[in-house]
C-alpha cells in the first residue's frame, strides 16, 4: 500500500490506462502542456503526445459531443470538465447523446465515455464556481455516476469506468485533490455500483458521499467521544444507482437514518435515499430520517455567509443529537433508556 | 481626444493599474478571497472604448475580469474594493465576489463567471434597447478564448439577423487561462470570424489607448446609428497570470518583456510628456495621489465596512412580497 493524493491517484489511473491500451484519449481544457487544474493529468502530454492528451478550446458542449462521437467507434475518451460548473454547457450532448444511446439505437451504439468533475463548494469561489450537481447527473437513465471520497477510490473508480461500456460520470471535489489515503500497489478496480461502510456502529446510520462522507466520520467521531453514540457510516460512492440493499441492510440495523448533502435538499441525494428507505424497510425505522443539506441559496461570496449555507459535521451532530432525543420520548418505540439499545 | 482629455486618461489608466495591484496585496494578505483576475496590461482596452461610448448610459457586460470595467462605467471604487472584500457595502453587497461586480445604476450589467456566457445576455440587453427606442448601445467586453464557444456564433448570428445595437469589444490578450490562442484556436485573427455573419469588424493595437479610442469611435457610431452590431478586436497582454492561482509559467520570458516595452501607461506618458502636456514630476504626484486614495479612502472604506449578517443568508434569493405568488390572496400588496 503507498500512500497517495486524490490528484496522484487520478493521475496514475490515467497513466495506467493510457499505457495499456492506445484508445485511450484525454481530453479537456488546460490538461495537456498545463497538466490539469488539479494535476491530475500531470505530465501525461510529454509522455502520450497531442494526438492523445488533447487540450481543447472553450468549447464544452462540443468537445463533450466529439469526445461521445468518438467513443461510438470505439475510443475511449477520459474528458475532464474543469469544473462542475462548466459542465451545464454540455449537459445537451451528455444526457441528449451519451446518457440515451444504447437505448436509442436498441443496444446498437454505446458512449463508453468517462467524464469527470470536481463540484462542491471551496473557498469563496462565489456562485457561478460552486455547484453542487450531482442530483442532477443521478437523476438521468443511462448514466452511471459514481464520486470518490478517497485517493483509492478516486484510483479504483476511474480505473473501472474507463473499462466499462456505459458512459460514467466521476463526481470528484475541489478541496479534496490534496487529501491523502492508502492505495493498492497493483492493479485495482473498484466497484461502480454498491456503497462502503466507512464505520461500522449500531444505532444510526449516517450516509454520504465525497466530502460528506468526512464530515459524518468527525461526527461520528464527536458523537462516540461525547456522548456515547456509535454511528455507522455508509459511504455512497455510486450514486446512480444508488445501493438500495446497502442502504436496506444498515438502517435495518441501526434503525435510524440521517443524508449529509453538500447540495440544497430538494430533489436530492437525501430525499432519494429516503425515498428508498420508505420503499425497503420503512418498519425498521425508530424515527424519521433526516437530511443535513445546504441553505437553498446561491453560495455566497462573503466568507461568513459562504460557511452558513453549506452544512458541516457540526449540524450533523446536531441533527444527530436531536433525533436521539426525539425517538427517546415516551411515545417512540424504542423504551429504552439508553442511547445504545437498537430496536427492543 | 483633447489634450485635457489625454492627461485625465493617463490618470484614469493609472488608477486601475494601481487599484488592481492593491488588490493582488489584498489578496496576498488574504484580505480578498476566491478567484480574482487582474488587469494590469489590458488598461487602455476598457479606458478607449469607454472614452469613446457613454459611461453610465450605455450598458456594459463582462466576464470575471471586472473590477476596472465596472469601475469606468461609474461604480464607486470603493464599493468595488468593499466588494473583493465581502461586505455589505460592496456593489453586489458581498455576495458576488471579484467575478461578480454589478452597478445597475452605472449600467454595469455585471461580470460573469462562465466564459462566452455574457454574449447572448448582451443581444439581450441591445434586443431591450432598440424595442425601448433608447439611444443607448450594448457594450460587451470579452476574451478571445470566449470566442470558441456556442454563444460567440449563436449571439453573432442573432445580433446581425435582427440589427442589435451591440458592440462586441474582444480583448485578446492571447491566451485563455494557460493555453495560447494558436493552441485553442483554428483561425487566429478573431475580428475575422465574424464576417461571415456580415458584422463589421477591425482590429487595432490594444496598448495604445489613443488608437483604441480612434477604433472605437467608429465601432460605437456605428452601432448607435441604427446599422447593427459591430466587433471590434484589441490586441493586448495580462502581465500577471490568469487569476491568482495561476504562475504564469507557460508564457515565454521574452513575449513578456516585449509585451511590457508596449505598456500602455508609460505609452500615453511618455508622449504627453514629450508634448509638453505634463511633466515628469506631474505623473510623480499624480502618482502619489492615487496611491493616498487608494490606501486611505478605498481600502479604508473596505476595511471599515461591516459584514453581511448570517441571518440575511437568504434574502435575495427571490423577490420579496411579489403580489403574484398568491394573487388571491390578501397577502398580496396590491
Ligand atoms: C464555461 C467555462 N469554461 C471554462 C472556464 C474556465 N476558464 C475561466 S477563464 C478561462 C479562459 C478564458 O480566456 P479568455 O476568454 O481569453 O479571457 P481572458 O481570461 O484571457 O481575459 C477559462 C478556460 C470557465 N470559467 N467557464
Ligand atoms: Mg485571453
Not at chain 1, 224 to 237: K, M, P, S, T, Y
Not at chain 2, 171 to 185: A, K, M, P, V, W
Amino acid at each position: 500500500m503507498a500512500t497517495m493524493m486524490y490528484w496522484e491517484a487520478l493521475q496514475r489511473a490515467h497513466d495506467e490506462e493510457l499505457a495499456r491500451d492506445p484508445l485511450v484519449i484525454v481530453m479537456g481544457e488546460d490538461i495537456g502542456v498545463a497538466g490539469g487544474t488539479y494535476k491530475a493529468t500531470k505530465g501525461l502530454y510529454d509522455k502520450y503526445g497531442p494526438e492523445r492528451i488533447m487540450d481543447t478550446p472553450i468549447s464544452e458542449n462540443g468537445f463533450t459531443g466529439l469526445g461521445i462521437g468518438a467513443s461510438f467507434i470505439g475510443i475511449r475518451p477520459i474528458i475532464e470538465l474543469m469544473s462542475v460548473n462548466f459542465a451545464w454547457l454540455a449537459m445537451d450532448q451528455i444526457f441528449n447523446s451519451a446518457a440515451k444511446v444504447r437505448y436509442m439505437s436498441g443496444g446498437q451504439l454505446t458512449a463508453p465515455v468517462v467524464i469527470r468533475s470536481p463540484g462542491g463548494t471551496a473557498h469563496q469561489l462565489g456562485a457561478q464556481h460552486s455547484a453542487r450537481m450531482e442530483k442532477v447527473f443521478m437523476g438521468v437513465a443511462g448514466l452511471r455516476v459514481v464520486t470518490p471520497s478517497n485517493a483509492r477510490q478516486a484510483y479504483g473508480l476511474l480505473k473501472s469506468a474507463v473499462r466499462c461500456d456505459d458512459p460514467v460520470f466521476i463526481y470528484e471535489h475541489e478541496l479534496m485533490y490534496n487529501m491523502k489515503s492508502d492505495v493498492p500497489d497493483g492493479e485495482y478496480f473498484h466497484p461502480l455500483e454498491g456503497s462502503e461502510i466507512a464505520r461500522a456502529g449500531r444505532d444510526i446510520t449516517l450516509f454520504g458521499y465525497n466530502i460528506s462522507v468526512h464530515w459524518c466520520l468527525q461526527a461520528a467521531e464527536i458523537l462516540a467521544a461525547q456522548h456515547g453514540i456509535d454511528c455507522e457510516v455508509v459511504d455512497l460512492f455510486s450514486l446512480s444507482p444508488l445501493d438500495r440493499a446497502g442502504i436496506k441492510a444498515s438502517v435495518s440495523k441501526t434503525h435510524r437514518a440521517l443524508i449529509a448533502e453538500e447540495a440544497e435538499a430538494a430533489v436530492g441525494v437525501g430525499s432519494e435515499v429516503m425515498a428508498i428507505i420508505n420503499e425497503e424497510c420503512f418498519f425498521e425505522l425508530d424515527a424519521a430520517p433526516v437530511r443535513v443539506s445546504a441553505k437553498n441559496v446561491p453560495i455566497p461570496y462573503n466568507h461568513t455567509l459562504e460557511k452558513a449555507a453549506v452544512p458541516s459535521s457540526k449540524d450533523i451532530v446536531h441533527a444527530v443529537l436531536k433525533m436521539l432525543d426525539h425517538s427517546q420520548h415516551p411515545t417512540s418505540r424504542d423504551t429504552s433508556t439508553s442511547l445504545h439499545v437498537g430496536k427492543s | 481626444m483633447k489634450p485635457a482629455d489625454k492627461k485625465r486618461v493617463l490618470r484614469e489608466m493609472l488608477f486601475a493599474r494601481r487599484f488592481e495591484e492593491r488588490c493582488y496585496e489584498a489578496y496576498v494578505e488574504r484580505k480578498i478571497g476566491g478567484f480574482l483576475h487582474l488587469y494590469p496590461g489590458q488598461e487602455a482596452c476598457a479606458q478607449g472604448v469607454m472614452e469613446a461610448a457613454r459611461p453610465g448610459h450605455d450598458y456594459v457586460i463582462t466576464g470575471y475580469r471586472d473590477h476596472i470595467h465596472a469601475i469606468k462605467c461609474g461604480a464607486d471604487p470603493k464599493a468595488v474594493m468593499a466588494e473583493l472584500y465581502g461586505k455589505e457595502t460592496g456593489s453586489s453587497k458581498g455576495r458576488g465576489g471579484s467575478m461578480h461586480i454589478f452597478d445597475v445604476e452605472h449600467h454595469m450589467m455585471g461580470g460573469y463567471a462562465l466564459v462566452g456566457g455574457p454574449f447572448p445576455l448582451a443581444a439581450g440587453i441591445a434586443k431591450g434597447l432598440k424595442m425601448k427606442g433608447s439611444d443607448a448601445i450594448s457594450i460587451c467586453f470579452l476574451g478571445d478564448a470566449a470566442n470558441n464557444q456556442g454563444t460567440f456564433h449563436e449571439t453573432m448570428n442573432m445580433a446581425k439577423l435582427w440589427n442589435l445595437p451591440v458592440l462586441f469589444v474582444c480583448e485578446n490578450n492571447l491566451y485563455g487561462i494557460g493555453t495560447r490562442i494558436d493552441r485553442s484556436t483554428a483561425v487566429i485573427e478573431q475580428y475575422k470570424r465574424v464576417s461571415g455573419y456580415g458584422i463589421p469588424a477591425a482590429q487595432v493595437d490594444g496598448q495604445d489607448v489613443e488608437i483604441v479610442y480612434d477604433a472605437a469611435k467608429i465601432a460605437v457610431d456605428h452601432v448607435r446609428s441604427g446599422k447593427g452590431p459591430y466587433f471590434l478586436e484589441l490586441m493586448t497582454y495580462r502581465y500577471r497570470g490568469h487569476s491568482m492561482s495561476d504562475s504564469n509559467a507557460y508564457r515565454a520570458k521574452d513575449e513578456e518583456r516585449m509585451w511590457s516595452k508596449r505598456d500602455p501607461i508609460i505609452l500615453l506618458r511618455d508622449r504627453l510628456i514629450k508634448a509638453g502636456t505634463i511633466t515628469l514630476d506631474d505623473y510623480k504626484t499624480m502618482d502619489t495621489e492615487i496611491l493616498d486614495q487608494i490606501e486611505n479612502q478605498i481600502i479604508k472604506f473596505a476595511e471599515d465596512s461591516p459584514e453581511p449578517v448570517v441571518t440575511e443568508l437568504e434574502k435575495y434569493v427571490l423577490a420579496e412580497n411579489d403580489p403574484y405568488v398568491h394573487p388571491h390572496s390578501s397577502r398580496g400588496t396590491h
